[in-house]
């Protein structure tokens, strides 16, 4: 793992199925919302004295069991959609526009902020597609206006999607912000201005699991930390096994003790940007062998 101290993301606590799939609920702890984080100031923004404007890029990454798919994600009346900059603004370039279908990466050559846009999206980067071959984003129901003046997304009757057929609902590798490489699907890249700027994000996911079974599931508001760690970044089912082994035993409360003022993607098991009683709690709640699957 990378000795840098970043990492944050919301874990579902349960994905349910809409009205029309046929299976029963599963029981995972592979999901959530995990941060990759693209870098710190490569946009270059000066305030009116010429001094620098510290900002950083981050994608937002649905990660999910293997096998899985994401198709939508939406807002509806009992479930809205929120996507807010905190303690400051997203980024846009005039160049760009509220989705990754907006995004020319033939011009990032000649105009070098454009692929440190702020956009929405599923899997794909680029509006042709990159990662994948194509990208085939549909958005309705959301106005984009105050996002695309660096603000917030909100709504209750809008999605931004594809269909079952687009690859782009796979799954990508990618690195979370402790370091570690997952596979997931970003839902939106933002470049976030001002010193110590967070996200918030609430929202409905719409998923298609290896059994062809749709599934739902709402996040309520999570909320990034100033330095991008997210808790969907550290395994939930047995985030105390520190040394790997699968299981959580003496070895892994001595390695905790050893890291007390380090790298807090290993030791701070509650994600709470601080390292404390609750996290030893966390570890010896988990004593013993990781559960399987």
Known sequence: ???????????????????WATSGIPETDEAGIAIEVIGSNLVALMDDEGDPIPNRT???????????????????????????????????????????????SGLFEFFPSLEFDSYVTIGSHAANGSPWSANNLQAVGFDFTDFASGGTISGD??????TPLDEQGGQWAFADSCGSDRNGVTIAQLTLVGE????????????????ETTWQDFFSVFETLPDDRSPAD?????????????????????AMLSNWYGDRCQ???????????????????????????
């Open 1 to 19: 793992m990378m000795n840098r101290p970043l990492c944050i993301s919301a874990t579902l606590m349960g994905l349910t199925a809409p009205a």
């Open 58 to 104: 981050i994608r937002l990454v649905a990660v999910l069991p293997e096998g899985w798919r994401l198709e939508a994600v939406a807002g509806n009346p009992e479930q809205p959609l929120l996507l807010q900059p905190n303690n400051g603004t997203f980024y846009q370039n005039n160049l760009g526009g509220a989705t990754s279908m907006f995004t020319n």
């Open 157 to 162: 009757n809008g999605s931004w999607f594809i």
């Open 196 to 211: 110590g700027a967070t996200v918030s994000f609430s929202g409905l996911l719409q998923v298609r699991d290896s059994d």
């Open 234 to 254: 550290l395994p939930r089912s047995c985030s105390g096994d520190l040394n790997g082994d699968s299981t959580v035993n003496i070895d892994d409360l001595l």
């Open 267 to 293: 030791v701070d098991l509650i994600v709470d940007d601080v390292v404390d009683a609750t996290d030893v709690i966390s570890l010896i709640e988990q004593w013993g062998p990781c559960p399987m699957g």
